[in-house]
Every structure is written in C-alpha cells, then in structure tokens.
C-alpha cells in the first residue's frame, strides 16, 4: 500500500523538456493561462488519499484519479498535464494530490513533469501523508522528533493556520482514541529543517518535551509549494474531518467547484401521541407488534408541558430549532381520556412558533400493506388469490388531509410538500414487503406531497416515489420505546449482546451488520458511559461530513428523563468547541434538504457525465452546466455573478448554487483573491540530500475506521 519516496535531482533543462516549453526569452509575458477547475488526485490505495477523494465527492468537486497499482493507468507527462485551447495554454489541473511527497522511482520523468507543470503554472501539491524529512521541509523525526501513536492526543492550528486555511477551526483538533486495544492514529511530529521555507499550520506537542512538531505546514521551494501532511487517516476519523476542509481550501486557493457545510436537523417524531413502553421483563413492547399474542400491559410515555417548557429553553441556549414531526389524534385521544384537558397539546400550540412542524399523519396508522400481527415478525395479509393486502389510496389520503387539517385548525405553520408516515410505511420494508404500495403514489399526489421522509438505514439514497422525493432520515440509536435511562440500556443489552449473556443474539445472527458487546452495561450508568458517547461521536461525524440529512429521535426522548439531550447537547457543544463563529451548524427544514440533496445528484450526475466544464483566466471564472442543473462552487468573499454579489458567507469564503440556463456563468472574482501567474516560470531545485526512508507505518501499526452505522 504505502511507497518508499524517493526524490528526483531534476535540472533546469529536465523541467523545460519534460513540460514541453521552448527555453529562453519564448517565456516572456503570455496572455493569462487557463486553469481548469479540477484536481489531479495520484493514489496508492491508501486511506489518506482515499480520505481526499471522499472529501471532493461529498463537495461535488470534480477530480482525475490515477490509481498507481494499475499497470494500464495514464502515463503523467506534459500532454496528460497542459495543453493548448483556442490559442490560449491551459492547465488541465488546479492542483495535485500525491499520496506523499514524491511517489515515484529515482529520476522519474513523471515526477518532472509534475515539478516542471507546478512551477510554471503556480499549482499546489498536497502530500497526504509524508514521512518527515528535509525533502518535504522538515528534519527528519529523530532529531528532536517523535514517531508514534497520537491517539488521544489534542493538536492546534497555529496562528498561520487560522489566518490561512483553517481559520474555520477555533483552534483545537483534537485525535481520536476509541480503542484501547487498537492505534487508530501515526504520526511523525518535526520541525522545519534549517534554511527551510515551512511554514506550520497544525501542530502537535513532541512528547516528553516542551517543543512542538508540525503535522500539516507549507512547503515552499524552487518556485513550487507543498502542504505536507505528516499523519495517517481514513475519510471518517474526526481528525481529518476537521481539516479537510482546509485541505481542499488550500489547494485550491478557496476556488472550487461544490461546496461544503455543516448541517444538523433533528425531527421530534409521534408529537401529541404516546409511545409505548419497554418491558424490561418481557423484552419486549406491549402495545406493538413486538410483544406476541398481545402479551404484557401498555404503559404509554408522552411529553408534558414542562417538557416544552425545557426543549424552548434548549433551543434558546442553543441557538437550534427542532423539527415537530406531530400526530393530532393523539391530543382527540388525550382529551377524550381526560374531560377535554391536554395540558401539552395546549402548551405546544401556545409555543408553536418556536418549533418546525411536519405532517406525520393523523393516527400513526401503517400506511403499507394490511398487517398480520398474529406473529412475530409480522407479515403482510394476503387475499384468497394470495396477492397482498395493501392500504387503500383513500385511508392513505385521510391519513394525510385529516393530520393537516388538524395542525392548521391548531394554527401549527405548516408546509403541505413535507411528510412523514408512520414507521416510514407505505415504502418497501424488507424482508416483509419488498415493494412500495401501489396506492402510495396517487395518495400523496392528492395531497400534493412533494418531500417524503424515508428510513436512511433501509434507504440511505434518495428517489423518486411519484411526483415526490424522498428525504433519508439517520435513525439515532436512542430508542423510541425509552422515556428512562435504565430501559433505554436494558433494552441495547437485549439487542446487542449475545444469547449467552441473556441477550437476544441478534449481533450473533447479524455480525455484517452489529457488533456484540463484550458484556451487558450497567443500567445506572451504561447510557452516560457507553451510549451517549457512542451516539454523539456518530452523529458528529455525520455533521462534519457535509451531510444534510436530519436525524430522527421520538417525543418519549424528550419527557420523563428526557435521554435525548444528553446527545443533542453533546453535538452541539461539541461542535462549538471546535468551529469558529464563521462557521455555524446550518439547520435545515426537510424541504430544504431533500431540495440540496435533489441538486447534488443532478450535479453529481452531470460531472460524471463529463457535462460539466469549468476553468480559471486571470480573475474571472467561467462555468458551463447542462440547462436545468444548477451549479454550484466555493469563491473568495466579494465574488460577482454577471454583476450581482455571489453567494452566502461560510467559512470564510462564499458558495451557493447557482441556476443554469445552459449557457457560460461568468463569475469575477474579488482583486484580493491570487491569481496564477501569467508567465511561466522555471526555476532549479536544489538537490535531493540525505536517505529516503521508507513512509509504511511500524510492524502491527494500522490506521482504523471510525465506521459511520446506523443501527
């Protein structure tokens, strides 16, 4: 997987003959290059530029990856690099990755080629992930250095760093240690070399002294510059979540095509109802479909007003609105039990301006096919032909009217496209109903639902049900049978240990899929210890993987010991810690959601197409997208869109989409932002000295997956 870097002595004439350039005063002033806005991404396999090309996906930034295991990969020379169009020289790249320093065997003409392109073009190289040593700018680790294990340990963004590329952290980055038995971080900690133009931008302390090493810094030398990275990481460890970003920002000079930000969405699901209760004896549910023959007593949880009382004030202190996902029966219900009285319908509807509301239908009723709940699992009811019992176009439409015409009488502001079915019925639900019901579609035709909630661990990619879209919700992992701590963890030790420890076994039956612990937690303090770092550590990471989709908990997680904040709370604050104020979570209703996700895979699409073209001359940005498939990208703050100011502030810089008639978007950028040279440059490197160790981890040394599950 990973290579021995070896460094070429390359000479002036090696340069200008491998870039294909005529030597000697031809390279006087030129009309301005054209930069194409894509990224030349060289990979080894490994994860760290894995980890890259993740980070473009998830923008929706165009790249060219060569895979260097394959034998039949492109040749990197001066007409894979640079061409010419309509007289003009165009780079074909805005920046390089290589998977460290130098890939390549001793006096590669490729690596000239890439030095001699980077020089006369002004374009970036990212190392993602180096050995420390005087070719990359830093001395070697054994002098005054460490190599080793950063698991745990908290690096910071230097003052360069937050005045350059990563001035969206506060300041903090800390490493990831998840496990005791396994290093999931390695690292080579240096400082520059002497004489070295290096500047760091993260750095972490050298153990056992009082000195710091540089884990990102730039690398400037013989007219090129580098961002060496010194660590390993996979795409879903939060240490490189963190910084990816920068990253991106760096080697492109902040101009890119997509865009990344932080999303958070929480949908409150079963509003006004009641949800049933965990027998901790039973091991099941009484009430649902769970509990076979009917068995045990329901013992219903449901908020009160002073559950409403506390989630506006969460809010307030959080500066976050939670998504009311209501069924009005449950409030008909609540005041036929109780003389016409519910005090938390009441308190709801007085506050309703603090929440987002979504339709999720009148009763919660299974909006799929007909259920046999005479056993467990239960299975779809089949008529005497044998064909499937399914849930009426008519139930499925008074479900929906009956549900908005409640909210709208209770003066609830809602928005009519979205909705939310009960259990997310009335989609496929393997293994019992392996198709969507047929009466679906002109149900929520009827009701002009145009944004569909769907169950992102069945589903986790959007699709067209219809005339609507469906919008994937992550499932958390604190159960809605659950208003108490202590049933929340009996029921996780159920299902997530083995028939041995009294468990169910399901972990033993779905190993792909689950993990058994290795012993059931304790119910005083397994949910503090073990769950609720667990949960929030996931959903951080889905926040900090420019992901939109909302989360999805249920109104019991909000009353009695009120065990979803813990969660919500640690998110948040945990995001706070680590993000400046330039960079706020961006908290979505799902319309707006399903809208971003819509785009991105019309855009996604058109890229891999090759529908798409885009490119840099001077300080003016030139875009072309299919008619009908917006556009979108990451400028510096003051850019103009044919004369109008682009774009939203984030991180420092401006995106947004931006809608295509099919022909040229023309953007200009703001005179602050650098624009390549307009002369082509060659300059001698200084020659390659010392050894070349050798970049593969130490024996037993792997880096490991912080593995994003739902569950």
């Known amino acids: 997987m990973k ?19 005529p030597a000697g005063a031809a390279h006087a002033d030129t009309a301005a290059p054209r930069i194409d806005l894509r990224v030349l991404l060289v990979s080894d396999g490994g994860p760290a530029t ?99 294990s950063l698991d745990g340990v908290r690096a910071e963004v230097t003052a360069a760093g937050k005045s350059g590329p990563f001035g969206y952290l506060d300041g903090s980055v800390p490493f990831e240690d998840n496990s005791n038995e396994l290093n999931e971080s390695y690292a080579y900690l240096s400082a520059p070399a002497p004489g070295a133009d290096f500047t760091p931008y993260v750095d972490a302390p050298v153990p056992g002294t009082s000195k710091r090493g540089s884990l990102v810094g730039e690398y400037r030398h013989d007219g090129r510059r580098e961002l060496v990275v010194t660590f390993v990481y996979n795409q879903y460890q939060q240490q490189f979540r963190l910084l990816a970003r920068g990253v991106v920002e760096w080697m492109t000079g902040g101009v890119h095509l997509g865009a990344s930000r932080n999303y958070f969405a929480v949908h409150v699901d079963d509003v006004f109802a009641a949800d049933d209760r965990w027998d901790t004896r039973l091991n099941c549910t009484p009430g649902d479909v769970d509990c076979t023959g009917g068995a045990g007593t329901p013992h219903p949880i449901r908020m009160t007003a002073a559950d409403v009382d506390y989630a506006t004030a969460w809010q307030n202190s959080h500066h976050f609105t939670l998504d009311m996902v209501f069924n009005g029966s449950g409030s008909l219900d609540q005041r036929e039990d109780n003389n016409g009285v519910d005090q938390l319908a009441d308190k709801l509807i007085a506050d309703r301006n603090r929440f987002r509301w979504v339709n999720h239908t009148y009763t919660h009723a299974f909006l799929g096919c007909e259920q046999d709940t005479t056993v467990v699992p239960w299975r779809c009811a089949t008529n005497a032909d044998g064909s499937t019992q399914w849930v009426s176009r008519t139930a499925i439409s008074d479900e929906i009217a009956n549900n908005r015409a409640w909210g709208l009488i209770a003066g609830l502001p809602l928005d009519d496209s979205e909705l939310v079915t009960g259990e997310h019925s009335g989609l496929k639900v393997l293994p019992q109903q392996p198709d969507d019901n047929p009466d679906l579609v002109p149900a929520l035709a009827d009701n002009h639902v145009t944004w569909l909630a ?53 972990c033993e039956d779905n190993p792909a899929t689950t993990t058994c612990l290795p012993a059931p937690l304790d119910t005083t303090t397994g949910y503090s210890g073990h769950i609720v770092p667990l949960e929030t550590r996931i959903a951080l990471g889905h926040v900090l993987s420019n992901d939109p989709k909302p989360h999805f908990i249920h109104q019991s997680n909000l009353a009695e010991d009120r065990i979803a904040y813990p969660v919500l709370t640690g998110v948040l604050d ?4 680590l993000f400046a104020d330039n960079s706020p979570v961006v908290n979505l209703r799902m319309k707006e959601i399903g809208t971003e996700l819509q785009r991105r895979a019309a855009w996604d699409s058109a890229l891999r197409a090759g529908r798409i073209t885009a490119y840099r001359v001077g300080d003016t940005v030139t875009i072309q997208a299919p008619n009908g498939v917006a556009a979108t990208a990451t400028l510096p703050t ?25 022909g040229p978007l023309t953007f200009t950028l703001p005179t602050s932002a650098a624009a390549p040279p307009r002369t082509a440059r060659v300059t001698r490197p200084a020659p390659a000295t010392g050894p070349a160790p050798d970049t593969r981890l130490p024996e037993g040394v792997t880096p490991q997956a912080s593995h994003d599950m739902d569950h």
Request: glycine share 10%.
């Open 454 to 506: 769907a169950d992102n661990s069945r589903e986790p990619e959007q699709r067209r049900v219809g005339a609507a879209m469906t919008v994937p919700r992550y499932p958390m992992n604190v159960f809605y049978n659950a208003g108490h701590a202590a049933e929340e963890v009996d029921e996780y030790n159920w299902l997530y240990t083995a028939r041995a420890q009294g468990g169910s076994g399901i």
């Open 638 to 662: 003051g850019t103009r869109l044919s004369g109008s100011a682009f774009g939203t502030a984030y991180a420092g810089e401006v995106s947004a989409w931006a809608p295509s008639s099919g």
């Open 50 to 148: 894995e980890a890259i090309a993740a980070e473009l996906d998830a923008a929706g930034t165009p790249y060219t990856e060569i895979d260097l295991d394959r034998p039949d990969r492109p040749v990197i020379d001066s007409g894979f690099l640079a061409d010419t169009v309509d007289g003009r020289p165009r780079a074909r790249f805005q920046a390089v990755v290589l998977p460290n320093d130098n890939p390549f065997a001793t006096g590669s003409p490729e690596m000239a080629a890439l030095a001699a392109y980077e020089q006369t073009y002004s374009i970036p190289q990212v190392d993602a992930y180096t050995y420390a040593r005087p070719e990359a700018g830093l001395q070697y680790p054994v002098l005054g250095g460490y190599s080793g």
């Open 3 to 21: 290579r021995t870097i070896r460094t070429s002595a390359l000479t002036v004439g090696t340069l200008i003959a491998a870039l294909g350039l």
């Open 574 to 577: 945990g995001y706070d810690a």
